[in-house]
């Protein structure tokens, strides 16, 4: 057994059995070795930025890690921006990088990098195996060091994949949830005792039916206000499931939201703050005065909510969301009436990948009361995710409908995800909100005060995706996925009801007037 | 004034004039101060990497450096690859990344990130831009820097962009360009002067006209084998060039080709290695007991290579390349017929831009004799280079056509550099050597031994781009650049013509067997 082939059976005894993979030369024995360990499924992908897209969005919906199959330092950066989103949620991954082999790094080849400073700014754990005798150990601590939400990058030298050795086996290991603070619980009891207005902003593994529901049962028993943070990794919602409007991403809703609170109760999110600085303007939003208490951090904030729950609301039980849903818009087609179609046609059991940005505005709003589904977001703010973790969510939730909102800019970055989702046969429905621009950028250049007059002609420029338009129609069906223009509202619920009708990807143009005005 | 603003200004009073970008939120202050420096020309891109490539291929043909603009760490991240590239191209560029302001980065905002981390694996110099006041300054330490050949990464926080302030106007500082080194030319003048069997290996400054007249005018006095390295930054060749023969890609093959050799001289080239390590095989590729002599580094080649023809070949002159083309071949659609057909057809003063890779293997020997042309090839490995660079090398010299050669597994990695092309009305036309496969590693899978006997199906399901087939004439189309089809060596001779006859961005997706057999 070599080590690739050690390497393998380790992750597939850990649970480990899925490998989004774009691999090169260095990497030929590990994808050699596929054949030898039938446990673990393969899949390709066209660029790095899939794969690890595509591994985030899997662990987000499978609850454990996929693993990840990388070629040397520019396979990994390609790779950065979705682990960057990964490392903000909190998600469980492994990344394998392949190397030079240990002898040929000081020649200084062409493909020679610096992996390990890459690695370190988006893992928990980093680690690079030096011999085959190492390799299980070293895929175990992996995967150990994964669970507790963090990316575990394991550099493997060629020498080493390639070399037949011994590896032993190691005993599975399981994270441990945190335990429940009983001082903090206590804090936040009194604060919500008090009367005071009090916030609890909750994310982690408290945007998930446990959490939620004991977070509205506190705040119907003290009047305390449920914000959830603005990007969670996954949160539940829909009929029958508690409701929480989400934290603003624009600062002045999001104070807005938190004005006047007295107490703020963080569980599982961290302090809210400003997405962006802008001038004049503050980024740390915690309201004047307000007291802070951290009851959770983002594991166990589910746990720590029930035991707050059960000394101020026993034996209550959470109100949940109603069953309903928009009336099929009529009229033109805009980013609302958009919303409004997914809300009145989303099917039981969805998952929505959500990286609409400004045209995906009223999504949360018309879906409040559609069947219920998990929502995945932008958790790190670096775009190029959605299509690649739909195609993760397809993988870890086979039986479920896969709903991507995707913005035409944010689309352009991971695009051959499609072919994934094509080639695997992924039930996977893209909308594109296709307003021909990076409208997000065209309303920051306003908020910012960059353009404290008319923005000029060269700065309009570089923000619009018009000239050339781009005909994601084409584009999707040269990576064979069946597409279909809408541009008006009926032609949207045609297409989307044909889409959710038949399994299998799709991708749906809904062509909207931009919203910057 | 403020920084984004005296930013700009400086760039362009240094030449800079160009700048590939795409912008976030942390940038909007330099896309508005685009509008009061009208020397600067932005040029929009749908992914960081196709800018970073861009600008290193733009520097390739301009012989001075572009800016990039990119937005926080997953932006630098996602223009990582190209920049490896660049690095070992020793392409000067200036990367400007947005970050979020001085004051908000300890709120660890969902977009924060060490950026310093990932800028130290591909810059020469690195620095972050702490107050308006240091704008023009760091601006041109970036530019001086960036001169000697190297990535110059410039991190300018939102709020120094924003705030007005004086900023001192700079020196221009040029980068002088090294002495000759008269011991090291005094070495390899008896090394060649001995008789015993030399090879001198060019490369740096030395692959263009002036060190290549050198070097074979060394060669033809000597009888000494000059090569070029395996994949220089700018190659000049064809009629009335003088030829060099390129270092091999694979280890044997290049083995084999300096066999014998009883010196290396190194002008401008680094000491051959192999690029991947192979088991039982070296990764050194000198010759056992073969004196190897530095005459110069990357900077510097094509000077000292003169020197030495003055001492060893005075008054005489190179040979040059006669122009000699293939016929228009018959039959199948080949890799090597698209190479005859190229060979036939390249027009005069072309930018040939290679990445294709193993289905491009025919193409250096069938232009050898088509009109004078320049070469940019593949420098680090890190695919994904060929089609931006072709936009850089379009922007940076208006008046050639650009033939960008294009294999169909690394085309999917920065496709978006289509729309660009598109956009900017560039004169690029692409050849997409569609093998459906990964081909080089179906070649590589043999040769590390990682399938002693017959691969599994797993392993080539990995390295298989058939299913679905990826059309390329749909994606260039919805990209906005007219596309066609070539099953036959007419229909790529007819395509190719009518390509070249019209200006503005052509793709040619070329059907063509796998080598790999």
Redesign the interface.
Known sequence: MNGAHSLLATLVDHGVDVCF?N????E??F??A???VPQMR?I?T??E?VATGAADGYARMADKPAAVLLHL???L??G??NL?NAR?AHTPMIVVVGD??T??KK?????E??ID??A???SGWVHRTVDTGAVAGDAADAVAASLVGAVSTLILP??VS?TDGVSTAPVRVVAEQPAVDDEAVRASADALRSGAPTVILIGGDATRKPGLSAAVRIAAATGALVLCET?PARLERGAGVPAVERLAYFAEAAQAQLEGAAHLILAGA?SP?????Y?GKP??LVPEGCDVHVIAEYRGAAAALERLAEELAPGSTAVVAPAVRPDLPTGDLTAFAVAAVVGALLPEGAVVVDESNTGGVGVAAATAGAPAHDVLTL??????YGMPAAVGAAVAAPGRPVLSLQAD?SA??T??AL?TQ??ENLDVTTVIFDNGAYD??RI??QR????STA?????L?????G?????????A????VPARRATTVEELAAALTAAFAEPGPHLIDAVVPSLAG
């Not at 691999?23 to 260095?26: A, M, Q």
């Not at 020649?107 to 493909?111: E, G, N, Q, S």
């Not at 703050?273 to 600085?277: D, H």
């Open positions: 993979a691999p090169g030369t260095s030929m024995h994808v050699a596929l054949d030898a393969g390709l066209l660029f930025g330092g520019p396979g950066g390609n950065l921006a960057h903000r030079h082999a002898y040929h020649y200084d080849a062409p493909l990098s610096d400073a890459l370190g700014t988006v060629a020498d390639w990007f961290k703050v400003s997405f962006f600085a001038p980024s740390d958790t790190g703010g670096a775009i190029g800019g352009m970055y695009l051959s072919w094509a080639r997000i950028l920051e250049l910012v005060g960059a353009a923005p000029g002609p060269k700065a420029e570089l923000l619009d995706l000239s050339p338009a781009i005909d994601f129609v084409k584009i069906e040269g990576m064979g």
